[in-house]
């Protein structure tokens, strides 16, 4: 190999380097071998009269404020209509300190989501705890695990609604993986959960329908004006309101909700 190919070499090298260092600091992760949903991966009703029963318990564990509003708002709402009890274990702050060349003061929205979250919960009635984990480096370790464990244990929910880490969409925010993997594994050591319903999922088997809440959905996006606002506004609740769509299909109605639902007998 003569010097001119080594240098050239040498430099793709370097590029691939780089790249894969960049791609392992941001939080996007790509799914490039995704799972096939299951086959046959038959409607499952994960209780429905209970769900939306007065007093059921509900805990919504998420990795960032907006995630509960922007993923599943409609339900949330729904839920509360019906008079369930709803808290929301929020993972970190969503204070993206981590991204120094756009995000100069961490602690000042970090005050701000904390604040839009806890005005987008009371929407719909819920509680809001934060575990205050880092923005963009949550990782499902044991001592996540544990204070999610902790914060179940503590409101005894029947239910527990969290993101999909094993059918995930082929491009996810890492901390929505982790956040549900830490959800998943808390929900095995707290006996009072009967369902695990989880979003973001390409393998739904259940559907809520949110046709007539859809607006209130919308309305609850605006109250995170800190990432919503303007044009990404309107590009956002075109997009969630797409995903909607779609989901509504699978049941026959305008607007829905998909969750893959999995039933523990205790």
């Given at each position: 190999?003569?010097?001119?190919?080594?240098?050239?070499?040498?430099?793709?090298?370097?590029?691939?380097?780089?790249?894969?260092?960049?791609?392992?600091?941001?939080?996007?992760?790509?799914?490039?071998?995704?799972?096939?949903?299951?086959?046959?991966?038959?409607?499952?009703?994960?209780?429905?009269?209970?769900?939306?029963?007065?007093?059921?318990?509900?805990?919504?564990?998420?990795?960032?404020?907006?995630?509960?509003?922007?993923?599943?708002?409609?339900?949330?709402?729904?839920?509360?209509?019906?008079?369930?009890?709803?808290?929301i274990?929020?993972?970190?702050?969503?204070?993206k300190?981590?991204?120094?060349?756009?995000?100069?003061?961490?602690?000042?929205?970090?005050?701000?989501?904390?604040?839009?979250?806890i005005?987008?919960?009371?929407?719909?009635?819920a509680?809001?705890?934060?575990l205050?984990?880092?923005?963009?480096?949550?990782?499902?370790?044991?001592?996540v695990?544990?204070?999610?464990?902790?914060?179940?244990?503590?409101?005894?929910?029947?239910?527990?609604?969290?993101?999909?880490?094993?059918?995930?969409?082929?491009?996810?925010?890492?901390?929505?993986?982790?956040?549900?993997?830490?959800?998943?594994?808390?929900?095995?050591?707290?006996?009072?959960?009967?369902?695990?319903?989880?979003?973001?999922?390409?393998?739904?088997?259940?559907?809520?329908?949110?046709?007539?809440?859809?607006?209130?959905?919308?309305?609850?996006?605006?109250?995170?004006?800190?990432?919503?606002?303007?044009?990404?506004?309107?590009?956002?609740?075109?997009?969630?309101?797409?995903?909607?769509?779609?989901?509504?299909?699978?049941?026959?109605?305008?607007y829905?909700?998909?969750?893959?639902?999995?039933?523990?007998?205790?």
């Open positions: 190999m003569n010097r001119r190919a080594k240098r050239a070499l040498k430099g793709l090298g370097f590029v691939a380097v780089a790249l894969g260092g960049l791609y392992w600091y941001q939080p996007q992760r790509i799914d490039f071998l995704p799972r096939s949903a299951p086959d046959p991966n038959p409607p499952l009703d994960p209780d429905s009269a209970l769900l939306f029963k007065p007093g059921t318990r509900v805990s919504v564990v998420a990795a960032h404020p907006d995630d509960p509003e922007f993923f599943i708002g409609g339900t949330l709402t729904e839920l509360s209509r019906a008079g369930a009890k709803i808290e274990v929020m993972c970190t702050d969503g204070d300190g981590y991204y120094p060349w756009f995000m100069t003061d961490a602690a000042a929205n970090r005050r701000v989501r904390q604040r839009e979250q005005e987008a919960a009371k929407q719909y009635d509680e809001v705890v934060f205050h984990e880092p923005d963009g480096r949550l990782r499902a370790n044991d001592d695990v544990e204070r999610v464990t902790e914060a179940l244990a503590r409101f005894q929910p029947e239910y527990v609604l969290t993101f999909d880490s094993e059918y995930p969409p082929k491009v996810q925010h890492s901390d929505h993986l982790q956040s549900g993997l830490a959800a998943e594994e808390a929900v095995k050591r707290v006996p009072s959960v009967k369902w695990l319903l989880q979003f973001s999922t390409h393998a739904a088997n259940h559907y809520v329908d949110i046709s007539d809440v859809w607006k209130i959905k919308k309305q609850l996006l605006t109250i995170h004006a800190s990432q919503f606002h303007g044009d990404r506004l309107r590009m956002v609740t075109d997009m969630v309101g797409g995903r909607a769509r779609d989901e509504g299909k699978a049941i026959g109605v305008a829905a909700e998909g969750f893959r639902c999995t039933r523990y007998l205790r």
